[in-house]
């Protein structure tokens, strides 16, 4: 037989099961249990104003972390014209430099936000001190994601504004 036959036939197979679990991973990414956001009053005022960027007092580390990971992969890749692309990616440059750890502009919120969650426990509250809603909602963050509308409704606000309950 052939000895190229011989190669190319594990190589092909190999290729195939890669695609099929490509396929099937990307299909496992669906938004299907995103938190439902409660911000009623707990108790029984008559008070029906809600700050509509109060986040719910549930939603805990492990909620926001599940909510992150079940989201689809989105990359400014998806962009169809070369400038998008560019224009993704330069927003999502810009915010990581201001929401990531350990950047050379990282907000001073973000930092409390990280030094909180490394020393908390799963169950602990989300955003204990407004540390989350003062990092990942801060104006100069959420300018830097608006560079890119792609970005900031695709990729930014899906996982630091929804999965955080805002």
């Known amino acids: 037989m052939n000895t190229k036959l011989l190669i190319a036939i594990p190589i092909l197979a190999l290729l195939s099961i890669g695609a099929v679990c490509l396929i099937a991973h990307k299909k496992a990414h669906v938004v299907d249990d995103i938190p439902i956001v409660d911000v009623t009053p707990k108790d029984n005022t008559t008070n029906t104003t809600v700050d509509p960027i109060a986040p719910k007092q549930t939603i805990d580390i492990d909620d926001w972390q599940r909510?992150?990971?079940s989201l689809p992969v989105v990359i400014c890749d998806d962009q169809t014209s070369e400038a998008?692309?560019?224009?993704?990616?330069?927003?999502?440059?810009?915010?990581?430099?201001l929401?990531?750890?350990?950047?050379?502009?990282?907000?001073?919120?973000?930092?409390?936000?990280?030094?909180?969650?490394?020393?908390s426990q799963t169950d602990a509250p989300l955003n204990q001190n407004s540390y989350y809603q003062k990092c990942f909602l801060d104006q100069s963050?959420?300018?830097?994601?608006?560079?890119?509308?792609?970005?900031?409704?695709?990729?930014?606000?899906p996982k630091y504004i929804t999965c955080a309950g805002f």
């Open 99 to 119: 929401v990531f750890p350990d950047t050379t502009k990282e907000l001073n919120d973000c930092k409390s936000f990280y030094q909180y969650q490394k020393g």
């Open 67 to 69: 909510c992150f990971q």
């Open 84 to 97: 998008d692309r560019s224009n993704c990616y330069q927003a999502s440059y810009q915010t990581s430099q």
């Open 141 to 157: 963050a959420i300018q830097s994601a608006k560079i890119s509308d792609f970005y900031y409704s695709k990729i930014y606000a």
